[in-house]
């Protein structure tokens, strides 16, 4: 780091990734700056659930990334405060019959191996848990560990963290380019000036691809479009996050076509959230109003008492995609200087913290608590011929 | 010397049980701002007032009962002879609560 420049590193992006980045580095002692083309968290982040999750990741990487994200999702709960709506509720995933069931307990058990704390609970244990849950699911289990936050204000109030640490917050103001002196980052040209700093961190979401390419640099982050459907506000009728065993199918998918899983969850508000849907369009923002009823319709399915109650809105956003569904986490080696936290797809929210944490460590030159060679940025380029 | 506008027709509306003659084609929200009553629905947990917000049907700030349809948005809705309107306090749902 040198000491010609104002900033050690810049961040791009302001939500919640970039947001996470920013606190872990300006608490490591760090001069940061964030700069974000639009306001904090109206891209990827406020289109999210605010799902910080285990139960759908299959033991590998990104579960042990799930793992480190939630201890640290537990402090932040307190350091952030209880605007951030953080909310240990657990996740119940059911099954619809005994096959799905099998399945679900496989998938299971393996997790508990891994260290994923699991409860099976059996047809008439599923009532007790959620009351209002629908009459003849096969079962399902219980992953005490899920949380929810509200995202965005989540983000916002890890900004303002950081701002008291001496973070620079530089709202729509858009990179450019990433300006390089003698082989190596040197900061970053913006729409209305520029910034110089040794160390840049891509947080750019969904548009992080893009974002890489005005490095010059291919970067596979790709936008699957999901909705989201917002009922009018209830008292708590849904404890936990509750969703069908076919999600985890449907996230781990490699299928451009439509798919639907259902996604039930109660928000500190009172609105209830349901998704969830997933397809391939690219950047359409196009209404389907097809996809909104189908999820309302398996909501309703799973909650019958939501019959009875009014959907409000809905929303949609792009998640951050890349080939292999793992996020991008670390130095890239084409430019030195150069770092990517992105490409989380449905899961940036709850494994934002863990992002900022390595983010840091790597920063700062320390060792990583989880192995980063399945998050390397150079993992999709082609291997060279000799 | 121009003609007067000859009176607006009104309708009869019953709020909260008590009858209330208001312009016929007026959004029930502005027949309550009109009224004097800016403020017709509480808050569901510091029951703050709230009446008319964004005035196009996003905010459901303005919610209403009518006619036994509950959480109807009064700034689409326009007001009907007869119509019974009753104000709102909390989701409406307090009994399904776990």
């Known amino acids: 780091m040198s000491a010609s420049h104002r900033h050690d590193v810049v961040v791009i992006g302001a939500g919640i990734v970039g947001a996470a980045c920013c606190y872990y580095l300006a608490r490591a002692g760090l001069k940061v700056a964030v700069i974000e083309r639009g306001a904090v968290a109206v891209g990827t982040t406020g289109a999210g659930e605010g799902n910080i999750l285990?139960?759908?990741?299959?033991?590998?990487?990104?579960?042990?990334?799930?793992?480190?994200?939630?201890?640290?999702?537990?402090?932040?709960?307190d350091e952030l405060g209880p605007d951030a709506e953080l909310e240990p509720k657990g996740g119940l995933v059911v099954a619809a019959g005994p096959e799905?069931?099998?399945?679900?307990?496989?998938?299971?058990?393996?997790?508990?191996?891994a260290g994923v704390e699991v409860r099976t609970v059996g047809h008439a244990g599923l009532r007790d848990l959620e009351p209002y849950?629908?009459?003849?699911?096969?079962?399902?289990?219980?992953?005490?560990?899920?949380?929810?936050?509200?995202?965005?204000?989540?983000?916002?109030?890890?900004?303002r963290a950081a701002r008291d640490l001496g973070a620079e917050l530089r709202l729509h103001e858009e990179v450019t380019a990433i300006e390089t002196a003698a082989g190596r980052v040197a900061g970053v040209r913006t729409s209305t000036?520029?910034?110089?700093?040794?160390?840049?961190?891509?947080?750019?979401?969904?548009?992080?691809?893009?974002?890489?390419?005005?490095?010059?640099?291919?970067?596979?982050?790709?936008?699957r479009r999901g909705f989201i459907v917002v009922t009018e506000p209830l008292p708590r009728m849904i404890r936990h996050k509750v969703y069908t065993a076919d999600y985890v199918a449907n996230v781990a998918s490699g299928s451009a076509g439509l798919e639907i899983s259902t996604v039930v969850e109660a928000t500190v508000s009172g609105t209830v959230l349901i998704g969830a849907s997933r397809e391939r369009v690219g950047f359409d923002r196009t209404s389907s109003m097809k996809i909104v009823g189908t999820l309302a319709a398996q909501a309703v399915r799973l909650f019958p008492v939501l019959a009875g109650v009014r959907a409000i809105r809905f929303y949609r956003g792009f998640r951050p995609y890349c080939p292999d569904h793992l996020p991008v986490i670390g130095s890239d080696a084409r430019l030195p200087g150069l770092l990517h936290a992105c490409g989380h797809e449905g899961a940036g929210v709850g494994l934002a913290p863990a992002t900022g944490h390595l983010?840091?460590?790597?920063?700062?030159?320390?060792?990583?608590?989880?192995?980063?060679?399945?998050?390397?940025?150079?993992?999709?380029?082609?291997?060279?011929?000799? | 010397m121009p003609d007067q506008p000859s009176p607006r027709p009104h309708v009869d509306i019953s709020v909260d049980g008590i009858r209330w003659s208001v312009p016929a084609g007026s959004s029930i929200a502005a027949a309550f701002v009109a009224s004097g009553h800016p403020g017709w629905r509480q808050t569901r947990r510091r029951a703050e007032p709230?009446?008319?917000?964004?005035?196009?049907?996003?905010?459901?700030?303005?919610?209403?009962?009518?006619?036994?349809?509950?959480?109807?948005?009064?700034?689409?809705?326009?007001?009907?002879?007869?119509?019974?309107?009753?104000?709102?306090?909390?989701?409406?749902?307090?009994?399904?609560?776990?």
């Open chain 1, 100 to 113: 799905e069931r099998r399945q679900l307990d496989d998938f299971a058990a393996a997790q508990a191996a």
């Open chain 1, 359 to 386: 983010i840091a460590q790597i920063v700062t030159g320390q060792t990583a608590p989880v192995s980063l060679a399945p998050f390397d940025p150079g993992r999709f380029e082609e291997p060279a011929r000799a």
């Open chain 2, 50 to 98: 709230r009446g008319l917000g964004c005035g196009m049907g996003v905010c459901f700030d303005c919610l209403v009962t009518v006619n036994g349809t509950r959480g109807v948005r009064a700034c689409l809705t326009d007001v009907r002879e007869g119509d019974v309107i009753t104000t709102e306090r909390g989701s409406g749902f307090a009994g399904l609560a776990i």
């Open chain 1, 193 to 223: 000036g520029g910034l110089s700093a040794g160390l840049v961190v891509n947080a750019a979401g969904t548009w992080a691809g893009e974002l890489a390419a005005r490095a010059g640099l291919a970067l596979p982050v790709l936008p």
């Open chain 1, 133 to 159: 849950l629908a009459d003849g699911l096969a079962g399902g289990v219980l992953y005490p560990e899920d949380m929810q936050v509200q995202p965005m204000m989540a983000a916002a109030l890890m900004l």
């Open chain 1, 54 to 77: 285990v139960s759908d990741k299959e033991p590998g990487p990104e579960l042990e990334l799930a793992q480190l994200s939630v201890r640290l999702w537990r402090r932040l709960g």
